[in-house]
């Protein structure tokens, strides 16, 4: 009778583990979004986009010939030049 309700328990925690992974996944803005946000604040040829923890990483090629990283939250969307 036991080995029913640890199947049952075991589940519900898997479907709500996915279904909380699948919920931060559509929380993130996408890298088009980031080298949109990254390229207000820098303007100038984006060269690499990355991801690196919870931000993406924009490479940006300024007009002067500098090369800036421009850091971009995946969920909130805040911008830090690195």
């Excluded at 931000?55 to 939250?73: A, P």
């Amino acid at each position: 009778m036991q080995l029913p309700l640890c199947f049952a328990i075991f589940a519900l925690v898997c479907s709500l583990t996915f279904t909380q992974a699948q919920a931060a996944q559509q929380d993130t803005i996408s890298k088009k979004e980031a080298v949109q946000l990254a390229t207000t604040e820098q303007p100038g040829k984006t060269l690499k986009i990355s991801l690196e923890g919870d931000y993406f990483i924009v490479r940006i090629l300024q007009s002067d010939g500098r090369i800036v990283d421009v850091k971009v939250h995946k969920i909130t969307g805040e911008v830090k030049k690195d």
